[in-house]
């Protein structure tokens, strides 16, 4: 999933007026979080920890994985924990048997973040890149 899917960007209706979508304030955000969150996804990589691992946007509470970055503390509008596959398939958020086609579909953690975007709505994965594209 692009990141403009979850913005709502794409395809608008003709005739309906643009909502602002309160997911853009996400992006601000994970440009200023994109290097802290690289470092900690590159520490647990390196100590092992995980393969496969997960960072949680919400603006609530969410019972799943260590708050990392508070927007409390940050005057920021998302909250980010991190989590891993292995946490969410623990919890049941993956199931077992969707396990394989996760990590199929799963891009290098050493280029994109992960995260696992929590709105009232639902929920849904996102790769968001920790460095610009370059364009040729």
């Not at 709502?8 to 003709?14: A, F, K, L, P």
């Not at 919400?58 to 708050?67: A, K, L």
């Not at 799963?106 to 968001?128: L, R, T």
Request: with cysteine; hydrophobic share 35%; proline share 4%.
């Amino acid at each position: 999933m692009e990141f403009e899917d979850i913005l709502n960007t794409r395809n608008q209706g003709e005739g309906e007026p643009e909502k602002e979508s309160p997911l853009k304030s996400l992006k601000v955000d994970l440009d200023f979080f994109k290097e802290s969150m690289l470092e900690v996804a590159q520490e647990l990589l390196e100590e092992g920890y995980t393969s496969y691992p997960i960072f949680i946007a919400h603006q609530h509470e969410v019972r799943i994985g260590e708050v990392i970055l508070d927007k409390k503390e940050l005057n920021t509008q998302w909250t980010v924990n991190i989590s891993s596959l292995e946490e969410f398939v623990e919890n049941h958020i993956i199931k077992e048997d969707r396990k394989a086609s996760f990590i199929k579909k799963f891009k290098s953690p050493k280029d994109f973040m992960c995260v696992f975007v929590v709105v009232p709505q639902g929920a849904n994965f996102i790769f968001y890149p920790y460095h610009e594209e370059k364009t040729k």
